[in-house]
């Protein structure tokens, strides 16, 4: 038999100890981010959404964009992207989602796309261009849903379609390896449940500042300000995720993201130009920045209420960041996971029908508007039920380690986000409202009762908001287990600290002097 040399066998001996050794020191896992945004500014003459009428733009004050980020594990990514308009619907995201899907390999389902609900944002809706059209639909109900309502507007719908898929393919073109974690600050001085229980024994919604038959809030807050930072190898900023729960309706004057820009001037303030700010918002249905209980006159509205309510979440979005980027690391894995509820809409009653036609045929300008402004809601909600009286919503689950975004379509009562926070088992977990289409107002059950926290503006039915008083609990419990299929990453740490070995500082280890 043929003796192997010496040599050999230590040769032997070394390869065995560094295929074992590799074995203990596992690699990082594989995660890269990217970031990138487009100007999706709507021009001025265009139409204002935010109400139930017509109106038009005619200032500019700082852009709207779209701003995504994409995240990929090594085998799947996300996207996650934040637009700054009041809605968008879900024919605008399929168009989106096939474009991107094409042209970057991102799946539809992966793909999340959410409205800050902006005030002075361009028109994405209410409703589409045509949707009404046909013989179906009379000319007098046609009229009042174009003539008397927001409509969008189809070259600025190409517009945004155009920047958020560029935003997405340009972030997807931009990954790279990158260090992130998650957080949580506190933003509990600029956000308020704008429903109130009252003496005369229903809920308002806005009653008044210093009205003095309030009685206490009819829902509550989130005061979570959370947050995902991404970081490059070289230390920089790349880009942050923020969620926080609060109606864009501070209104500064002209075009605008509202107080979301002063989200953005406050990141970048301290991290730099190239950070991008993806703002996703939270379960705000029921929740506004104006304190209807505010002892002092201060302004709620325009430029200084956009700069405090922006500034207060930007410097919590700041506080967390700064606490995060030395801990940061690969945020695994990377998951999307979705499904389609099948919800009924709300029918108004013959009667209520019959009496909003005959309201809605006369001229509005002899008429109460608000009384008005409700039967043309009617009028156009009947023709939109008996061409769809049940309504697709899409729920999605988009997680990022230990983090997880749970999305729908609703602008959602705040009680559910804050009910998805208590059931979830991620560390982290950011209620995503208006995303992928939108529904309208989802109340709480509660909200549509005639007992005293019944009743105000969002529990109106309109074509805007119509479905069924149990969609809200629907959409929670489908979300909840969309997460729980989830398993949550683990949250990066630094590298402990390696055993004491060195010497404390001579100045430091000096005795007293008295002399």
């Not at 001025?44 to 500019?60: D, L, N, R, S, V």
Request: charged share 20%; aromatic share 6%.
């Amino acid at each position: 038999m043929t003796r192997l040399p010496s040599t050999w066998f230590g040769a032997l001996a070394i390869l065995a100890s560094v295929l074992f050794s590799s074995t203990l020191r596992a690699e990082p896992p594989a995660f890269r981010a990217g970031f990138a945004e487009r100007d999706v500014s709507p021009a001025i003459g265009m139409e204002q959404p935010g109400g139930y009428g017509k109106a038009h733009h005619t200032a500019f004050h700082d852009p709207c964009k779209a701003r995504a980020a994409v995240f990929d594990d090594g085998s799947t990514r996300v996207a996650v992207v934040g637009l700054d308009a009041l809605l968008i619907r879900a024919r605008t995201v399929r168009n989106i989602r096939e474009q991107v899907r094409k042209r970057a390999g991102i799946e539809p389902g992966a793909i999340l796309i959410s409205a800050s609900h902006t005030h002075s944002g361009g028109p994405t809706g209410f409703l589409l261009p045509g949707e009404l059209d046909g013989d179906d639909v009379s000319p007098a109900v046609r009229s009042l849903a174009y003539d008397h309502s927001v409509v969008a507007d189809p070259k600025y719908l190409e517009t945004v379609e155009r920047g958020i898929v560029e935003a997405v393919c340009e972030a997807n073109s931009r990954l790279a390896p990158a260090r992130a974690a998650a957080g949580f600050g506190v933003g509990d001085r600029v956000a308020f449940n704008r429903r109130f229980t009252m003496k005369q024994g229903r809920a308002m919604t806005h009653p008044g500042v210093g009205n003095p038959d309030i009685l206490e809030p009819a829902g509550p807050t989130d005061p979570q300000v959370g947050v995902i930072g991404c970081w490059d190898v070289d230390g920089k900023l790349k880009g942050c995720i923020v969620n926080f729960a609060c109606h864009a309706t501070t209104g500064p004057p002209g075009i605008s993201a509202d107080y979301v820009a002063y989200i953005e001037k406050a990141v970048r303030g301290v991290f730099g130009e190239q950070a991008v700010v993806v703002f996703v918002p939270g379960a705000a249905g029921d929740v506004t920045q104006v304190n209807n209980r505010a002892p002092h006159k201060i302004a709620q509205f325009g430029e200084v209420s956009a700069r405090f309510v922006g500034g207060h979440v930007g410097a919590e979005a700041v506080k967390v960041l700064l606490g995060l980027e030395q801990s940061a690391g690969p945020l695994v894995p990377v998951a999307a996971a979705g499904k389609v509820l099948r919800v009924e809409r709300r029918r108004p009653s013959p009667e209520h029908l019959a009496a909003a036609t005959d309201l809605a045929s006369k001229d509005s300008k002899g008429a109460d508007p608000t009384d008005w402004a409700f039967a043309k809601e009617t009028v156009v909600l009947a023709a939109r039920i008996a061409r769809e009286p049940v309504a697709d919503v899409e729920v999605q689950a988009v997680q990022v380690g230990p983090a997880v975004l749970l999305a729908c379509p609703a602008e959602y009562f705040c009680a559910f986000g804050l009910d998805l926070k208590a059931r979830s088992k991620f560390p982290f977990t950011f209620p995503v409202s208006l995303a992928n289409d939108c529904v309208g107002y989802v109340p709480t059950e509660e909200a549509l009762t005639p007992g005293p926290r019944g009743g105000g503006y969002e529990t109106r039915l309109t074509s805007y908001s119509n479905l069924v008083p149990d969609a809200g609990r629907r959409m929670a419990d489908a979300l909840d287990e969309l997460s729980a299929g989830l398993r949550p990453g683990a949250i990066p740490a630094p590298p402990p600290l390696p055993p004491f070995s060195g010497r404390p500082w001579t100045y430091g280890s000096l005795p007293p002097q008295r002399d």
